[in-house]
């Protein structure tokens, strides 16, 4: 079961395959090409930790949102955010004024 998985690097899309890891906690996919996070991160229900820092986000999907258990987000927030509940540490920079 895997619960950390780290993409560093140039990616620009990510797989489809990562929303099938349910038991994921903690995901880095910092500093990378990516312009967008698609609506399935919604799926990863367990996710505790993400990451997104030094990208190239255009906007965020809204089943971010939904990620319940979520508890740390990193990087700059290229809009509006439905509210995370249970978020504590989140060194979150916002580019956007509806954050």
């Known amino acids: 079961m895997v619960k950390y998985w780290a993409f560093q690097g140039t990616i620009r899309n990510l797989s489809p395959h990562l929303w099938r890891l349910s038991h994921l906690t903690v995901l ?3 500093n990378n090409c990516l312009s967008r996070i ?3 991160i919604g799926k990863l229900s367990n996710l505790q930790h993400l990451d997104l820092s030094n990208n190239k986000l255009r906007s965020l999907p809204s089943e971010l949102g939904d990620l319940i258990c979520l508890r740390v987000l990193s990087g ?7 509210s995370v509940k249970k978020l504590r540490d989140g060194s979150v920079r916002n580019k956007s004024k509806n954050f």
């Open 38 to 40: 698609p609506p399935d």
């Open 76 to 82: 700059s927030v290229p809009g509006k955010l439905k």
């Open 28 to 30: 880095y996919l910092n």
